[in-house]
Structures are given as C-alpha cells and as structure tokens.
C-alpha cells in the first residue's frame, strides 16, 4: 500500500487516534476490559459465559466501521503489492506473536501504555523495533 503524501491529511489521522481512545477508554471503564483485539477475537473461540455479546458487538463494529466511512466519505481503494500466500503467512506470524507476546498493537500499544505498564512498553518497543528492521531490510537491503 502506497501513501499520497500530496493528499495526506492529519486532521483524519487524529480523528482516528480520537475514535480509537475513546473506544479503548468505554470499554475499560464501562466494562472494565481492554481493547486488545487479539484478546477479544480470541476469547470468540471460547467465550465464558456472558463474554459472547459484548466480544461479537466490538468485533462487528470494527468490521463495520469501513464500510460506515465509506458510506459517509470518499471510498479509498488500498493497494496492496502481496499476493494471498504472503498476506496469509505474515497473518499467521503476527497470530502466533500476539500469542507470544500476551497481545498485539492495540492491547499493549494503546491500552497498555495508556496504562504505563512496563511489560506493554517491552512489548510495544519490541514489536514496533522489529517492524522497522523488517521494513527496512525488505524495502532497502534486499
């Protein structure tokens, strides 16, 4: 995926940012959870009980929420320069890392900084480090 920095626009990056906080800050306060998706999708798989509605009702919602934008706004239309073998191993790689690390992006990232946990600023650091070194070394040294 390509970005047109001619036509990037930060008042929607913030948007984003805004719209995500404020989702991770309900649901840590009205439900007492965190927004780790790789939790919450996870714990579709074996919900306990009374765990069910509220798993499917976040997931739905992120499902829904580009097909909301697009409706309301310009639809994009994403490049992406992989073919389906590729997309589906770096999907498995990063499915046994959230595994690994006890949570992706948005549980440590988001909800686990917010939190000023040492363990979520490990994860974040880590993870984001090996982004930047994998980017790297596909885009410029191989």
Do not use: K, Q
Not at 38 to 47: E, K, T
Not at 64 to 72: D, E, F, V
Not at 95 to 110: K, L
Not at 117 to 124: E, G, P, Q
Request: proline share 5%; aromatic share 8%; glycine share 18%.
């Amino acid at each position: 995926m390509n970005l047109n920095w001619t036509a990037f626009t930060p008042g929607t990056a913030l948007l984003g940012g805004v719209v995500i906080g404020i989702a991770a800050a309900v649901l840590v306060l009205g439900a007492g959870r965190i927004a780790g998706i790789s939790g919450i999708v996870g714990g579709l798989l074996r919900p306990a009980p009374g765990e069910r509605a509220w798993r499917l009702a976040f997931v739905t919602g992120l499902a829904a929420a580009p097909w909301l934008y697009g409706a309301l706004a310009a639809p994009l239309t994403p490049r992406i320069d992989a073919g389906w073998p590729l997309l589906l191993g770096a999907g498995l790689l990063v499915g046994i890392g959230t595994r690994y690390g006890a949570g992706c992006t948005s549980g440590h990232g988001v909800c686990g900084l917010s939190r000023r946990s040492l363990r979520s600023a490990v994860a974040t650091l880590t993870f984001m480090g090996a982004g930047f070194a994998t980017v790297f070394s596909l885009r410029h040294l191989i």
